[in-house]
C-alpha cells in the first residue's frame, strides 16, 4: 500500500448512519442479504414441510399442492445462498468453506446442511416425477426428449411394484426431509443465537423461534402463489385444499406469535443492563417495523382474518400474503434491529439501504440485487413448471367435493 | 342428595377386594411417615433438611416443577378429545383431568412444606406483590387450574350421575379456559425460574416452552401408565385406540423436547460464557463436585431410548416396550427438569460458592408422603368415579325415578 | 434397470451419510472443544498488554502510530486501537465519544459536541482500546473457514488470503476490535504489531505513547512489567461476563465504561 | 369492626386446632394476625412495638428498645469498599454479628469476605485475580490462616449492594422485602412467609434464612434495635444487611458496625445526595466498579482501589 487515500469509504459507512456513542469500528455490516438469506431459507423449509403433509402424515385434501410445493421448495433452495455470495466481500472464496471448514463456525456447517438437504429434496423429486419423466422420455424427441432421456437416469422400470416402491421411498424421504428442515433452519437461527454480543439474538430460543416462522412463512408463500397462479390459469380451485392449509397455517402461526412474543416478555421481566436500549429499539425506534408491521400486519391481522371461519379465496391469500409479508420483517427487524444497537450499549446505527449503485458495495448490498433475490425463486418455479407437470395434479370439482365431504365426515364420526 | 353423597362415599371406601384396603394402608402408612418427619421439619424448622442458603431450594421445589407438569399434561387429553373430537380419548379425558388435580394438589402441599413459615401464607393474598412477583401469578395460576379441572370433573360427574349427556355448551367455556391455561400454569412456573437475572441457568426465555414439551411428554406417559392400572383394577373400559394415540402424541412431544434441550445445550455450550458453569456442573462436574453427573447422563439416556420406542410404530404398540419407555420418559423428566433444573440453579452459587446439594432422607420422606397423599386423592376419586361413570350409580332424581319404574 | 436404480440409492445415502458425519464427529461433544478453548497456559509464552487509564490524556499519538505502522488507511474511518473519552456530569449522566477514533487526539472540551461546564463535570478521563486478544475468542470460534486463529503466543490473527468476508467475526466481537479493512476488504484487527514482537520491539502504539499508558510484554516471564502490575496491582478487563477471557488488563477501569 | 378483628374472629377457630398447643397463648394469636408494618399506624406500630418489647424481656430478661424510625428526608445511603486496603481480618463480619443480634447457631454472616488469587502465578484459570472480581468462582469463603493478609491475595467483601433495582423486592410474593426511601432494603420479619423467593433472586447471594430457631447468648443481646433492623428474629424468616437501620437513622447518625469496626478504613459510608460527602468524594476521584453491573440491579455500593 502506498498513500493513503483519501476520504476513503470504509465497508458498511455507505449505509450506516451512527447516532450516539458507537465504538469507531461499528458499522452495519450484516444487512439486506443476511435478512434475505434466512427469509429465503425459512420459505424453504415450510414449503417442504407443507408438501410432506401430504406425503407422511397422509393429508389427502393437499395433494394438488403437494407437488406444487416440492417444487417451490427446491426453487427457494437453489435461491438460498446466493443472498450469502452477494454479502460476502470476498465471493470467489466461498469454496474455502468446504476446504478448511472450522466446524465450530455456525456459517461453515452450512453447506454440509445444504447439501444434505438439498439431496434429500432433489432425491424426493425425481421419485415423485418419475413416472412422468419416464413417459416423456419415450414420447417426446429432440432436445426436450434428451434432456427428459438424461434425467431419467436410465431408469424406465415403471411397474406396479416399482412405482409402489418409488412411493414408498418418497414417503420415507419426505419424513426424513422434516428433521432435515428442523436442522437447516434451526441452525439458521442459531447463527445468530450464538451471538453472544446482541442482546436480542442472544437466546437459545432462536433456533426454535426461526423454525416456527419458517414454517408459516413457506406455507403462506405456497398458499398465496397456489391462489394466484390458479387464478391466473384460470384454473378451478378446491376450496377445502386452500383452507387446509389456512387451518395449519394458522395453528403454526399461534406458535410463533407465543415464542416471540415470550422471549420479549422475558427480556422485559428481567430487564438486564441491555433491556433499556433494547425498549428503545422495540417501542421507538423500530416501532412501526416491529409492533405495527411484523407483528400487528404479519401476525395478528392474518391470525384474525384466518381464525373467523369459512375462509374464501380473497381471505385467504390476503392473509398469506401478511403473513410472508410479516416473517420478512421479522427478518428485518432481528438482523436490522438487533445490530441497530451499538455494543456499546450507548448509542443507535441507522441503516439507509442504497437505492442507486454508486459503487460496487452499493450495488452488492442494494436495492437491484434485493429485487433480484427475491424475484428468481418465481423464475425458477415458472422453468420448472415448464419442464414438470407441477400445476397439473390438480382437484377436479368431484374430486374436490369428494375430499370435502371426507373430511366433513370425520369431524362428524368424532 | 344426602344419600347419593353417602353412596358415593361408601363407594371411595368401601370394596370387595382385599388388594384395595391393603393399597389404602400403604398409601396411608407413607403418609405417616412423611407427617412424622414434617413434623420435625416443622418444630425444629427446616435446618432438618440439607437445604442451606447456598441452595435455598431443593428437593421439594424439584418435585414442584415435575408435578406442575404433569398437572398440565392433561390438556394433551383435552385437545383431541374436545378440540379434534376423538372419541376414544373423549371417554378417558375425565380420569386425565383427575390425574391433573391430585397433581396441583401436591404441587400447593409442597410449596407449603417448603416455606419457612407456612402458617403466615396468607400474607400473599392480603399484600401480593402483583404483578411483579412470579410467585403470586403463580399462585393464582396453580389455584385457577384446579378450580377449571374441579369444574370439569363434577359437572361431568353430575351430569352422568343424572344419566344425562353433558352439554358442549357449558364445557366450550372450560375446555377453552383450560387449553391456555394448562399453557399458562407452565408458562409461569418457567418465568418463576428464568425471570430470576441472578441465576444464569434458569436465565433464558427457552425455560418456558422446554417446560411445556418436557410436561406433554412426562404426563400423558404418567396417564399411559395410571390407566392401564384403572383398567385391571376395575371395569372401566379405557380402549387401545386411546392409549396408542396418546403414545403417538408423547413421540411428537417428546420430538420437540428435545430438539429444545438440544438447541439449550448447544446454545449454552457454544457461547462459553461464564454462565456456562452450571451446565458443566451437570454433564461434567465442577471442581471435583460431580454427584449430578451421572443422574444428568442417565436422563438424557432415558429420554433419548424413550424416544426411539415411542417413535417406532411397532414398539409403541406393544404394551410392555410401551411401558418400559413411559417409566424411562418419566424417570428422565423427572431428573432433569427437577433436579436437573432446580439444583444447578444454585449450583455454583452467586458468588462462586459449590455447594453440593442432595436431598437428606426427612425430605425424601416428605416428598414421599406428599406423592402418597396424591396417589390416595386420585384412587378415592378414581373409586368414586367409577361406578357413576359405569352407571352403577345414579342420583335418585324424580325423572330417573320415572324411568326406573 | 432397477437394480441400477438401488445403485444410485446407495450412492446418494453414502454420499448424504457422508456429508453429515463430520458434522456429529464425536468432538464436537466435549465443550472445552466447542469453545475453541485452547490449552492453558500455565507455563506458555503468552503476550498480553496492560493499559493504565489513570495516565491517558487522549493525545491520540497511539492510534496515528498504529494506522501508519499497519497501513491502515490514515483517513478511513477504521482503526485498530483507538481512545474513548469518558465524561461524567454530577447529574450521574455520561457523555462517551471517540472522534475519529481520536487519531487527531482530542483537540476541544466538547464531548460529542456538547459544550460542557466544568464545574457540571463529576469524573472524566479517556480509555485506550483495541482487540483484547483473547484466550477463548469469540471471533475465531465463528470463522467458517479458519481464516482467523490464534497463534500458540496468544496472538489472534487473521489470514487475509483467506477470508471470505462474512463479517461473522465482526458481529461477535463484543469490543468491536474487529472491521473490514478498506483495502484489501477483508476483516481486520490489531495484531499486538507481530511483526514487531516477534523481532523483539514493542508494538507501534507502546512505543509512540508519551506517557507511559501503555505496556506490553509476557505474561509469565517475571522480568517483564506486564508480569509485574497483574502481580501486584489490581487490574480489570472489559466485559468479562462474555468469557472471552481477554488479555488486556487495565488499571482503573471505572464502571461507567463500556 | 375492622377486618383485622373480623378475619380474627372468623380464623380463631380454625388455627386454634392447627397450631400446636403450647404455642397457642394470647401472644401467639396476637403475632400471627399482626398487621403488615407498612400498613400500620402509628398507634398500631406502638402496641406492637410494646408487645415485641415484652416478649424479649421475658425471653432474654433485658430491657430491648425497638425503634421504628422513619427515613430521614433527604438521605440516599451509599457505601463504598477500598479493595486495596481490605486485609481480610473478618472482624466486619462478627462486629455485623454482635450488633445486628444474628443467629449464632446456627450462624448468620451478613458479610462474606471472599479471598482471591492475585496473578497469574500456577493458574490454571486464566482469571486468577487479574480482573478482579469477575470470575466469582475462584473466590475461596472459607480461608483460616494465622496471619492476614496473605502473600499473594487479596480480599473482597461482599454484603447486600442495597440494589437501587433490587430482585428480590421485585421477587418477594408478600411485599414484606422492600426499599425505603433512603435506599434500604428491609425485611419485615412477621410478613416474611419464608418461601426464599428472594434468596434466589439475589445475585449477591446477600439474603439469609434463619433455618432454625436462631439463638443469641443473652449476655451478647444488643438491646438497640429497629422494627426493620437488627431486633431478635424468629425461625423461617429471612433476613439480610440493612446498613445498620438503628444506628445511621439514629439521632446520633452513627455509622454501620462495620465501617466502624474495619481496622483499616477500608469502608465508606455516606449520603450519596449530599455533595459534600465522603462517598460522593469517592465517587468523583477513584475509578469505582460495582458487583455484576451487567444485571442492571444498580448497587449503592461501590468497589475501588485506592492503590
Known sequence: MSEPIEGHLVHGAIWTIKELYTYPNEYLYWTVHIVIYPFLTGLVAGAFVLSSLYHVFGKNELRPVSKFALVFSLALLIMAPTPLLFHLTKPWRALNTMLTPHFYSAISAFIFVYLTYMSIVVAEVWFVFRPFIVQQAREKTGYLGLLYKVLTLGSYDVSERALALDHKISKILAAVGIPAAALLHGYVGFIFGSVKTVPLWKTPLMPFIFLMSAVISGLAICIATYIAVMTFKKTYICLTTVRSMGKTLTLFLIIAFLLESLDIVFHAYTAEEFWAILSEIIFHRFSVNILVLQWGLGMIVPLVLLLIPNAGLIRSFVASCLVVFGVFMMRWDVVIGGQSMSRSLAGFMKFKMPILPTSIDAFREGLIVVIFLLVMPFVLLYVFNKVLPVFRDIFTEEECEIHTKEISRKEAHT | MFDFIKDMLRQAFISKKKEYYLWLGFLVFLIGLGAISYFKQYTTGLIVTNLRDQVSWGFYIANFTFLVGVAAAAVMLVIPAYIYHFKPIKEIVLFGEMVAISAIVMCIMLVMIDMGKPLYAWHIMWTPNWPQSMLVWDVIVLNGYLMINVAAVSYVLYKLAHNEEYSMKVMWPIVLLSIPWAISIHTVTAFLYNGLVSRPFWNASIIAPRFIASALCSGPALMLLIFQIARKVSRVDISDVAIFKIAELVAYTMAFNLYLYAAELFKEFYSASLHMAPMEYLFYGLHGHDNLVPFTWMALFFNLTAFIVFLIPKTRRHFPTLNLACILVIVGVYIEKGMGLIFPGFIPGSLGEIYPYMPNAEEIKITIGVWACGALLYTLMFKTAIPIYLGDLRMKTPKLEQIRK | MSLSRRDFLRMGFLAVCGTVIPLGSLEILKPEAMASLVHPYSKRKRWAYVVDTTKCVGCGMCVKACKLENEIPFNADVQRTWVERYVQLNSGEVIIDSPRGARYGYTSNDPQGRAVEQDEIAKGFFVPKLCNHCEKPSCVQVCPVGATYATPDGVVLVDRKWCIGCGYCITNCPYFARFFHPVVNTADKCTFCYHRITKGLNPACVQACPFGVRKFGKLNDPDSEVFKIINTERVAVLKPEFGNEPHVFYIGLDHIVR | ?307
Request: glycine share 6%.
Open chain 4, 1 to 307: 369492626m375492622d377486618r383485622r378483628k373480623f378475619i380474627k374472629s372468623m380464623a380463631v377457630g380454625a388455627a386454634a386446632t392447627a397450631v400446636p398447643l403450647n404455642q397457642s397463648d394470647a401472644s401467639f394469636f396476637d403475632t400471627f394476625f399482626q398487621k403488615y408494618y407498612r400498613e400500620m399506624t402509628k398507634e398500631e406500630k406502638e402496641e406492637v412495638v410494646q408487645r415485641l418489647e415484652a416478649e424479649y424481656k421475658a425471653k432474654y430478661g433485658k430491657d430491648i428498645k425497638v425503634g421504628t424510625e422513619e427515613h430521614i428526608p433527604g438521605v440516599l445511603f451509599g457505601y463504598a469498599l477500598d479493595l486495596s486496603r481490605c486485609i481480610g481480618c473478618r472482624r466486619c463480619v462478627y462486629a455485623c454479628v454482635t450488633e445486628n443480634n444474628q443467629s449464632r447457631n446456627p450462624q448468620i454472616h451478613y458479610i462474606q469476605v471472599l479471598r482471591f488469587r492475585r496473578g497469574t502465578s500456577e493458574g490454571e484459570h486464566w482469571i486468577a485475580g487479574a480482573s478482579g472480581v469477575s470470575n466469582l468462582e475462584e473466590s475461596v469463603k472459607y480461608y483460616d490462616p494465622p496471619l492476614v493478609p496473605q502473600e499473594e491475595h487479596f480480599y473482597m467483601p461482599v454484603q447486600c449492594q442495597q440494589c437501587e433495582n433490587p430482585p428480590c423486592v421485585k421477587a418477594c410474593p408478600t411485599q414484606a422485602t422492600y426499599k425505603t426511601r433512603d435506599g434500604i432494603v428491609v425485611v419485615d420479619y412477621n410478613w416474611c412467609i419464608g418461601c426464599r423467593y428472594c434468596m434466589a433472586a439475589c445475585p449477591y447471594d446477600a439474603r439469609k434464612l434463619n433455618w432454625a430457631e436462631p439463638y443469641i447468648p443473652k449476655e451478647q443481646i444488643n438491646p438497640v434495635t429497629h422494627y426493620l433492623g437488627n431486633r431478635p428474629r424468629m425461625k423461617g424468616c429471612v433476613e439480610k444487611c440493612f446498613f445498620c437501620i438503628q444506628r445511621v437513622r439514629a439521632k446520633e447518625r452513627r455509622y454501620p458496625a462495620c465501617v466502624e469496626i474495619c481496622p483499616v478504613g477500608a469502608r465508606k459510608f455516606g449520603n450519596l445526595l449530599d455533595p459534600s460527602s465522603e462517598i460522593r468524594y469517592i465517587m468523583a476521584h477513584e475509578r469505582v466498579f460495582r458487583l455484576k453491573e451487567e444485571l442492571n440491579t444498580s448497587p449503592k455500593f461501590f468497589y475501588f482501589f485506592s492503590i
